[in-house]
């Protein structure tokens, strides 16, 4: 049975870090992509980074360009989002996702596999 743990995520001032991660066991082998998709209270669900886990592949999403990075340990399925100058409006369940059912799939917002999330919050 896959699983994926989040951790890292907290309460922090605007302005300021956080590094989230996420570990999958009980998958044989590389998933093709794995990524960071986001939901606030009362808005839709989007998503944030994704990295092709089999090259160097990612995207960001623009809201987050330029402040958050995605980053993989190549060969362990473990992701990794630094996101750097927090603003208020990054607060939301953050979810780890791998494994999109199409190609590519950086390009995919269809994960196979999700995490139970970890809650970002920024205070202004």
């Known amino acids: 049975q896959v699983q994926l743990v989040e951790s890292g995520g907290g309460s922090v001032q605007a302005g300021g870090s956080l590094r989230l991660s996420c570990k999958a066991s009980?998958?044989?082998?590389?998933?093709?992509?794995m990524g960071w998709v986001r939901q606030a209270p009362e808005k839709e669900r989007e998503k944030v980074a994704t990295?092709?886990?089999?090259?160097?592949?990612?995207y960001l999403a623009s809201s987050v360009k330029g402040r958050f990075t995605i980053s993989q340990d190549k060969g362990k399925n473990t992701v990794y989002l630094q996101m750097n100058s927090l603003k208020p409006e990054d607060t939301a369940m953050y979810y780890c996702?791998?494994?999109?059912?199409?190609?590519?799939?950086?390009?995919?917002?269809?994960?196979?596999?999700w995490g139970p999330g970890t809650q970002v919050t920024v205070s202004s």
């Open positions: 996702a791998a494994d999109s059912p199409y190609r590519p799939c950086l390009q995919s917002n269809a994960y196979n596999y």
């Open positions: 009980g998958y044989t082998g590389s998933f093709n992509c």
């Open positions: 990295i092709y886990m089999r090259g160097d592949g990612t």
